[in-house]
């Protein structure tokens, strides 16, 4: 079946570093990838998504490219800021209503 | 704004109670779905609906229920067959349940704590 394998956090990055959480994915077809947000005892928020290979999702500063070739879809950051500081979820969209969840990634950033 | 209403925020049961996880909708969408999350588990999905007047199982359905009457509410019921109901419950929503690209809009959570 479709699975959704995200770095183990935490990670804890200084204020405006360079973020990467790496996301892979196993799934049959073609599905639709995305990365949600969630902050402290918020639900999740769609950050970006991509719907097919080698489209590129973007939002606030974040970016995710779809690689089918090496079936990952990673979040990047070029400078990330304290408030960016949440559990982040890669996930998968592979049919009818099948939607697989990463376990998360929490990122800390201290000023 | 449109978005999805979870109520209460807190919620806390007693052993051998049966609890009411309230979720609205004002999106107009027609699929709803609940899931549970627990540290380090990421979110599982414990039943799904598409439309009104119907509901599937998820992956953890056993000890819950669900009734979906009208489109905007899909409200969860933890009952005392579910051993381990201590959680963070969430709902979503989407336009339609063919695995929309546009994502799933969530509402805010109910954190269920058994005392």
Not at chain 1, 11 to 20: H, K, M
Not at chain 1, 88 to 104: D, E, I, N, P, R
Not at chain 2, 42 to 54: A, F, P
Request: glycine share 10%; proline share 4%; aromatic share 12%.
């Amino acid at each position: 079946g479709d699975s959704v394998t995200q770095m183990e956090g935490p990670v804890t990055l200084s204020e405006e570093a360079f973020l990467t959480i790496n996301c892979t994915y196993t799934a049959t077809g073609y599905p639709s990838l995305f990365w949600y947000v969630q902050y402290p005892g918020e639900g999740l928020q769609l950050l970006l998504k991509a719907t097919k290979a080698d489209d590129k999702g973007s939002n606030k500063g974040f970016e995710a490219t779809y690689r089918k070739e090496t079936t990952s879809f990673h979040l990047e950051k070029g400078s990330v800021q304290v408030s960016d500081s949440a559990v982040y979820f890669c996930a998968l969209s592979g049919g009818y209503q099948k939607v697989t969840f990463g376990t998360g990634t929490k990122l800390q950033v201290i000023p | 704004d449109g978005g999805i209403t979870q109520s209460p925020k807190y919620l806390f049961r007693k052993e051998g109670q049966n609890v009411t996880l309230s979720c609205e909708q004002n999106l107009n969408h027609d699929a709803m779905y609940w899931y549970r999350q627990d540290p380090g588990q990421g979110l599982r999905l414990i039943y799904y609906s598409q439309i009104v007047n119907d509901f599937q199982k998820g992956d953890i359905a056993e000890g819950y229920s669900v009734s979906r009457e009208k489109k905007e509410s899909f409200p969860l019921t933890v009952t005392s067959a579910q051993k381990n109901p201590t959680a963070f419950y969430l709902c979503a929503s989407s336009i339609d349940g063919k695995g929309d690209a546009r994502g799933y809009t969530f509402g805010s959570g109910t954190r269920l704590t058994v005392v």
